[in-house]
């Protein structure tokens, strides 16, 4: 799922890394993400499952965002188990400009799309 190989070794951008792996690891879940808005507040999250209504880490997140009333994404990290594409596009619709990155198998950030 990775679009191209280019990688963020942005100090902001590893925050969020940190954030969604404490969180994944703490939670014991398949899967975390951490989103950065526009205003550098942060927020994580991990998938929802409740009977036959399930949400993955990346909406899961977004949600959260958007219930803070955020104005825009800079970038969200997900790690773990990838998201769907589905997730992914409806992140893009709310946002453009963010950047998506998952954890490659030596730890780094790829964007994903």
Do not use: C, H, W
């Amino acid at each position: 799922m990775i679009r191209r190989q280019s990688l963020s070794n942005s100090p902001e951008d590893q925050k969020l890394l940190t954030l969604a792996k404490a969180t994944m690891a703490r939670s014991n879940s398949k899967s975390a993400a951490a989103l950065r808005d526009s205003t550098g507040r942060t927020y994580v999250a991990i998938p929802v499952q409740s009977g036959e209504f399930e949400v993955d880490s990346l909406l899961a997140v977004l949600v959260v965002a958007k219930a803070s009333q955020i104005s825009g994404i800079e970038a969200v990290v997900i790690a773990g188990e990838k998201p769907s594409s589905k997730s992914i596009e409806i992140i893009r619709a709310e946002d453009v400009t963010v950047n998506i990155f998952g954890v490659t198998e030596v730890g780094a950030l790829a964007i994903i799309n």
